[in-house]
């Protein structure tokens, strides 16, 4: 792939301020505790040996607003189709840090072959520190600790090819209580959400429904993280822009319970079919109004495009901070897919229908 020469001009998605890409300018990670070097590559001549080395290197934002600490892109990031912003919002212990790590790693699993999609690392370095911290703790069926509250800047970067080209996809993931702040605080460590593409909605049983083992909890009420979000994306005109999807993550809990027995069994999580998608975002629908999740619900009335879904991070609970059974995701590709297609990341007909729809109250 060849380097952009020129210098365009680029949103970054962690302080959110324009600036002039500079290949004149490269960085690179001199140690593993992430200390970045300037780099001069004009000496190589031999443009695949420089192509090679530059996958290694980042460009450092120059955040001309001076408002966020020293942070750096992939020098790669527009080598391709326009950046693909994702943010995942939910409070804390909605399980958003095992959904995305379980999503990642069905990616590179290649799940998403059924769409004929093929998703590879693009930041190398950020994608082994990932790799470390949450995709062999997964493997060895632990518990991963959740996101430490105040951490800013993205969690992964992907790229994922299909028929309409290569697109990055830039994953966050924040602390569930950076999200129930009210006033300018919220724009910290949450800014990241006015600079998304596409936001992933994640609640559990026991927030939505007062549900966990089946029996009822008192923790049922308003989701602040939602509703933070939805007001200032509402504030700034951007609801209508923004495609959306709902999970109701660790429904592995409701198994038994119909309509999600019926969902969350099947084998169809990295295929791509609009009607097969309209009905489990009726059934989900259904299910929460059915139990009075209204705030859970609040996602779906306020975009105009909003997919709803059954899934489970892991499959089970842990015990002592260990999966005794093993992890075994259930479904976490499906919302990804409806991000893709109702971003356009996924071409075609039945792509274009993803989120077109009202669910009606069952």
């Known amino acids: 792939m060849t380097a952009p020469t020129t210098g365009p001009e680029v949103r970054c998605p962690v302080c959110l301020d324009r ?3 500079r290949e004149d300018e490269l960085w690179m990670t001199t140690d593993e505790v992430g200390r970045y070097e300037l780099i001069d590559l ?6 695949v040996k420089r192509l090679d080395m530059r996958r290694s290197c980042y460009q450092r934002c ?3 607003s001076g408002d966020t600490e020293s942070h750096h892109l992939p020098a790669s990031y527009l080598d391709y189709g326009p950046p693909l912003v994702v943010g995942l919002v939910g409070r804390s212990g909605s399980g958003k840090t095992h959904l995305l790590t379980s999503l990642i790693a069905e990616l590179e699993r290649g799940g998403l072959q059924g769409c004929d999609v093929s998703a ?12 470390a911290e949450h995709l062999q703790k997964l493997e060895r069926s632990e518990e991963l600790l959740g996101t430490p509250h105040g951490l800013s800047g993205f969690t992964n970067v992907m790229t994922l090819t299909s028929s309409a080209g290569t697109r990055p996809v830039t994953f966050f993931d924040i602390s569930g209580e950076d ?30 429904l007062g549900i966990r083992n089946h029996e009822p909890e008192s923790t049922m009420g308003v989701n602040k993280a939602f509703l933070n979000v939805i007001g200032r994306l509402r504030d700034l005109g951007m609801l209508a822009s923004t495609p959306a999807a709902l999970v109701l993550n660790k429904s592995d809990r409701l198994r038994y319970l119909p309509p999600v027995d019926r969902w969350i069994r099947r084998e169809d999580d990295g295929t791509l079919d609009a009607d097969v998608m309209l009905e489990e975002s009726r059934d989900v629908y259904g299910f929460l109004h059915q139990h009075g999740a209204h705030s859970s619900l609040s996602p779906f009335h306020e975009f105009p495009r909003c997919t709803l879904h059954f899934a489970s991070a892991t499959g089970a609970e842990p015990v002592d901070r260990k999966f005794v059974r093993g992890v075994r995701p259930m479904r976490v590709l499906r919302p990804l897919i409806a991000l893709l297609a109702m971003t356009g990341v996924l071409a075609g007909s039945e792509a274009r229908k993803v989120g077109h729809w009202h669910v009606p109250t069952r």
């Not at 590879?120 to 790799?131: G, I, K, T």
């Open 19 to 21: 600036f002039e890409w």
């Open 62 to 64: 120059p955040n001309p």
């Open 120 to 131: 590879r690392a693009m930041d190398l370095q950020l994608h082994q520190r990932f790799e």
């Open 42 to 47: 004009s000496s190589v001549n031999d443009p």
């Open 179 to 208: 999200f129930l702040k009210d006033g300018e605080d919220l724009g910290k460590t949450a800014r990241f959400v006015i600079g998304v593409d596409a936001l992933l909605f994640v609640e559990t049983p026991e927030h939505a």
